[in-house]
């Protein structure tokens, strides 16, 4: 072959990849434990992975971060493309659990000694990823614990994406930005029901009119919920007003073809969400039946703080919770056909 | 063909399988849900397997039931097949989570109305089932609870369940019968280590002597644990001194070939939990997503119910728990060669 | 309970579904072979999903089949919704034959010659879907064959599927009303490139001169194939060049919010694609481990059949075969705003 | 922390491991493609994961190429975990493809070009792991080709490979020291059926017997294949009929307890060929999606060359054809007291 073109070996950096691994019980010395091997490599596949997602996660907030995306061109598909190949890869990251599954305890025991403190606790990118979505600092189970046991570089790698926008920030200004309620002449033909209020766009009063009639009786506490969001306006988490309404009417009216990839956007949001705690749900589970009430090399009793990250570290939340305020399909105020019209977000 | 040939169509009685769908909203007066079809059918689908499954459980009792299994023939083989099988059977169950995932809340508000006080709640194969596995009525989140939904032939088919030999029952009889420690003759070469203990058999004593050096400092607490059962005797759960030591006997030189198997029908046990736990999570996650904070069919907030027997419906957890008491597979007690040259549990 | 209200026992007839499992092989005079049972409810299990899916496949056909559809409605959204659950739905399937691997060939033999000649190859509703899909009688691999198994109830219902309308016919139907070329003034900024061809339409000759570029040496074969469709005008298999057009079109301007569904709705089918025949080769397998060279109950050697079905029933081969005819993104003619602005397919 | 503690970073050198890609449409003077840092990504994945199935296999067979396996050790269990963690590897291979499925054509396009002529075909850890798995030169697809488009040190690697004991090699050497048949006074008691033949053990004149009667009409073929090698004593492939006949046995009697990890070990080779075979169907699918009929970087059409190997790569077929000689489980020819009391394999 020619001596200039592209090799794979050479290309994929194989000599480097394949010469990264070193168990500490190899070390002369030690005896060698077998499992110690896999407990390198999937942890490297692990990071690898999570370097595409921050790869991913950070393009996607570059898109919407502009000032405003003009929807007659793809940018929006852009971001849901790439968030759906976020979930993809997070699907083999929860798959990929079995294979630890594969190392038994007494295995595990074998060179758990020799690593400490080392853990996976200490994985900067994950910590990173988890910024890079939008979980506040404030809200970390444990807050400074959760840097603790790392290094000074690392710290700073995470504190930085901390201070840049997170998806979860963009995401709340680009549904700031949708003009739904914004053109009046679009709303001349809508069919108010219920009673107005004053200052109100006429849409939430009626759909809090159809809304209440929806709830059941034992559901009549989630009306002073959504009279919160949707009429007085009250920010929730990192989600405003207004964009909550935003994201409630799309929710909605998915079904219309300009609504259907904002749609899918917020979506995939819920499905990233769901991903991560599924892998957090198999990973405190396999690391339960790996250790039991015994600690980790990371010098605490994994499960405890797994379980707490597990409930705590739900990032987008605020969306999901927009699912209680949804109404049966057949009972939607009919939109105005100006509106159905003119239904871009940008025009 | 010939007219008394056995004819696919009788043989899985389609006509009357594939006609046992009437969506509510499908009737007079009502208006279609198209979603209603699905919902039909998945649970359908989930009693067909949940049938299955009993028959593989019950099948697999009658075999460990047996009052002594000769380890001369397949049965033991028998039983860890059937387990297997479960096994298989629940991990698609889960996947079958993603097909539900597909009904929007607002599709399905479209027809739960018409549904009540109907729910997954009153799947009396499932009550059944955990009956069977082995979890009491007296450790059931929510007790009395769980039947008040139900018709009285239901009811009497759980209870008749709760009444009968369990899995977890004949497993633990099965595990006392074992005797590794009863002929004095194989164990006359054992090597002691540490203090023996009067009464104790003398790998006891040196098992808590190398599980004790195993112990860092933070799992001190451990060693009380261990006492209790293995020094003390004392029963956890459904399980008695002298099966846990039988279980954890298994689990550390699992690699014999004539302990495999037990080894195999231990560890099915294990997975049997964690994939149940998987689907309760999984379906719980699903719930919330589809229903928030309103309520289901059933005229509860599924959530609370299904977190609590998540955290509690753990059958063979006194199992799990063993693993705690594992050590370096490097330091384990040798077993004398007479031991091994006779490790048959039925000699 | 109420009781006149909705209940789960009743509402799923659990007491008709629960009973119709009858194992030949339980029956007097004959000796029970434990895995008939999972050999019925896999199957039973199998046909309520082909009912579902038969259920969807027919309700997205009755959408596109409406002589013009809304784009301002959800009429498309949902066409794409129902087809992602069939997908969904396989994949479930194709996992399921995980379950069926639990039984081994010698528990299968056990109860074969007690079948005969009842065979899979039996499940009228499975061919009914390949017909609703789209794949025609002389498509078939064995062509009389295929029915030749059945009763005539059963071949009436094929028959009669075979003669409605496909999914695969009325999206060509749908892609032909497809109003991209046809509004002159959207196309009056058009850069041309290349030689232009009398009669054709300025984008297909210029599409025409960058695909050409885009060809490895290796791949100038290819200018054939797409002359012969996209210059001459030909028909290939189910396909009108007219829809073979339009379907391009989506795909290389996917990323337009208002091609987002369409271009979906075209990826659903490659997928179904997929996920059928990926089901085809596991059970393929499946069953070449099950009987190796014997023969199963339905008297053939399944492996063989399965083979040539697996290579032959491709129903949506024709869009597959389009991704030769795509280009880097990069090189992509740019679209006259006119049309962007107007990227409307029912205006 | 300590200064000379363990630290994530360093053990699992993410320095190195995270600056290993570097695209080259990144590269000065190329437009960047996003998704080539997918493509480098997945790769290195693959590669990470070949290089712990390579450390897996080895490891097997290095215990297997003991000259006797002593079965009062774990050691047989060893290898059948070890090949059980490379299936569970597999699977997740398998799943990965769902990621590479998330590039489109389009994309690929975009740096297709810069990589000529690397490809996954250059991936020399994969041609090392099917030689040691057992996969001749001579049986190869397309030879010579296989390397040639390698540099000398890669295709050193492989041909090293080809050199040493498979673990096909060792695992026919172990089933021929199987000593079921040989000591006269275990089988003092067999019952006999059918016809004797001179220099034939008893039990395989019988199993002829058994296996004829159970032949339907259209199977009577399988019996000249049976006598080929169960009588003749024909070698198949690298089976010598020796090891057949022990594979069969294990095959049939896999129920008693000594033949179950046996029984596992040729399961998993079976297990290990079709995710293997699994992986280059779905991976054939993928590239025919993503490039049709254009060429791959490799400068082949890619599907071909997978196809070819798809049918031809099956390694352990010869275990896979045992299938056919197996009966009914109900008919199995009951084995001798003596030889149940003494079902080890090294006593």
């Known amino acids: 072959m020619k001596e200039n073109a592209v090799y794979y070996n050479d290309y994929l950096q194989l000599q480097q990849l394949l010469n990264s691994q070193h168990p500490e019980s190899f070390k002369e010395g030690n005896t060698p434990a077998h499992d110690e091997m896999l407990f390198i490599i999937i942890h490297q596949s692990y990071e690898l992975w999570f370097k595409q997602i921050l790869f991913e996660v950070n393009a996607a907030i570059d898109v919407l971060n502009q000032p405003s995306i003009n929807d007659n061109t793809p940018a929006l598909q852009t971001v849901v493309h790439r968030l759906n190949r976020v979930i993809t890869i997070l699907k083999v990251l929860v798959h990929q659990i079995d294979i630890m599954e594969t190392m038994t305890p007494m295995d595990f025991l074998d ?194 703080y797994l379980r707490a990250a597990l409930d705590k570290h739900y990032i987008f939340k605020e969306f999901a919770a927009l699912t209680s305020f949804l109404i049966e399909r057949s009972k939607l105020p009919a939109l105005p056909n100006a509106l159905i019209n003119n239904l871009g977000f940008n025009i």
Chains 1, 2, 3, 4 share one sequence.
Request: hydrophobic share 35%; glycine share 6%; charged share 20%.
């Open 111 to 304: 060179f758990r000694d020799l690593l400490r403190p080392a853990s996976g606790f200490q994985s900067w990118q994950f910590k990173t990823l988890e910024a890079k979505l939008g979980l506040p600092y404030n809200e970390r189970y444990g807050k400074e614990y959760y840097t603790s046991q790392l290094k000074q570089p690392e710290i700073d790698i995470i504190k930085q994406a901390e201070e840049e926008k997170s998806l979860l920030y963009v995401v709340n200004k680009w549904l700031e930005r949708m003009p739904y309620f914004e053109n009046t002449a679009h709303w001349e033909e809508f069919v108010h029901q219920g009673e107005s209020t004053p200052d109100l766009h006429p849409y939430w009063s009626t759909y809090r009119h159809c809304y209440s009639h929806s709830l059941a009786e034992a559901e009549r506490n989630n009306l002073q919920a959504f009279n919160n969001i949707f009429i007085q306006g009250q920010t929730t988490g990192q989600l405003s007003a207004k964009a909550s309404r935003a994201a409630l009417f799309i929710m909605l009216y998915r079904g219309y073809p300009l609504l259907h990839l904002p749609f899918e956007l917020i979506n995939n949001l819920l499905e990233i969400d769901e991903q991560m705690s599924t892998w957090r749900y198999r990973h405190m589970n396999m690391v339960h039946r790996m250790i039991g009430t015994r600690i980790g090399t990371g010098g605490s009793s994994g499960k405890d």
